[in-house]
């Protein structure tokens, strides 16, 4: 069963980044697993929310009306959440943007008149893929810098883990104030290993993949 805590991995929350998250209006999320949401995570701010390569369960857990209040469009270039109805979280009003890619969930969303497709999508959030291990033509994994909306081009892997790091800080603070007790060191070495086996591969390269 999935920890419902989060675990640091020691990688300090860079200011820039705490800043640029509690106060932009376009949030990117890259690949969040299935993580333990804190209950008091709130993006208020947030008018957009882009969806990069994400867990099925992050993304249900995370795209929620109640940690996005003023939610008015979702950029979603990920693989299905596994609940065709999450529309059904907000009224009508809320755009959705796809890829412009032939896959089920895409597919639906856009038939049924509550999303669109758009050709430049990935260029606008994916600004470079390379294959960075491959072994004799095995084991092969991508590489990707975003380019994120008031922040920049940004490594991948860093800003995954920022985020992580972020929530862990959320967790604290809500911790802090239950005044939660703290769990000794053969726990938290096992949560930790909860953590890292919960993170899935979606293959993000079949989405990226541009034909000429």
């Given at each position: 069963?999935?920890?419902?805590?989060?675990?640091?991995?020691?990688?300090?929350?860079?200011?820039?980044?705490?800043?640029?998250?509690?106060?932009?209006?376009?949030?990117?999320?890259?690949?969040?697993?299935?993580?333990?949401?804190?209950?008091?995570?709130?993006?208020?701010k947030a008018?957009?929310?882009?969806?990069?390569?994400?867990?099925?369960n992050?993304?249900?857990?995370?795209l929620?009306p109640?940690?996005?209040?003023?939610?008015?469009?979702?950029?979603?270039l990920?693989?299905?959440?596994?609940?065709f109805?999450?529309?059904?979280?907000w009224n009508?009003?809320?755009?959705?943007v796809?890829p412009?890619?032939?896959y089920?969930?895409?597919?639906?969303?856009?038939k049924?008149?509550?999303?669109?497709?758009?050709v430049?999508?990935?260029?606008?959030?994916?600004?470079?893929?390379?294959?960075?291990?491959?072994?004799?033509?095995?084991?092969?994994?991508?590489?990707?810098?975003?380019?994120?909306?008031?922040f920049?081009?940004t490594?991948?892997?860093w800003?995954?883990?920022?985020?992580?790091?972020?929530?862990?800080?959320?967790?604290n603070?809500?911790?802090?104030?239950?005044?939660?007790?703290?769990?000794?060191?053969?726990?938290?070495?096992?949560?930790?290993?909860?953590?890292?086996?919960?993170?899935?591969?979606?293959?993000?390269?079949?989405i990226?993949?541009?034909?000429?």
């Open positions: 069963m999935l920890s419902n805590k989060l675990i640091s991995f020691s990688r300090s929350l860079s200011k820039e980044f705490r800043n640029h998250i509690d106060t932009t209006h376009n949030l990117c999320i890259y690949k969040l697993g299935s993580h333990y949401i804190p209950e008091n995570l709130i993006f208020s008018k957009t929310v882009t969806l990069i390569n994400c867990n099925k992050g993304i249900l857990n995370i929620t109640t940690i996005f209040p003023n939610l008015s469009k979702v950029n979603y990920s693989a299905d959440p596994g609940d109805k999450i529309y059904e979280r009508d009003n809320l755009k959705w796809f412009n890619k032939s089920e969930f895409y597919d639906f969303m856009v049924s008149g509550r999303g669109r497709k758009d430049n999508l990935i260029k606008e959030y994916v600004a470079s893929k390379k294959i960075i291990d491959g072994k004799n033509g095995f084991d092969i994994s991508f590489h990707f810098e975003l380019n994120i909306p008031g920049g081009i490594d991948g892997e800003w995954r883990s920022q985020f992580y790091e972020y929530l862990v800080d959320q967790q603070k809500e911790k802090n104030k239950n005044n939660s007790i703290s769990q000794d060191k053969e726990e938290l070495e096992l949560q930790k290993a909860i953590v890292i086996s919960s993170i899935e591969d979606l293959y993000f390269e079949h990226t993949e541009i034909k000429k």
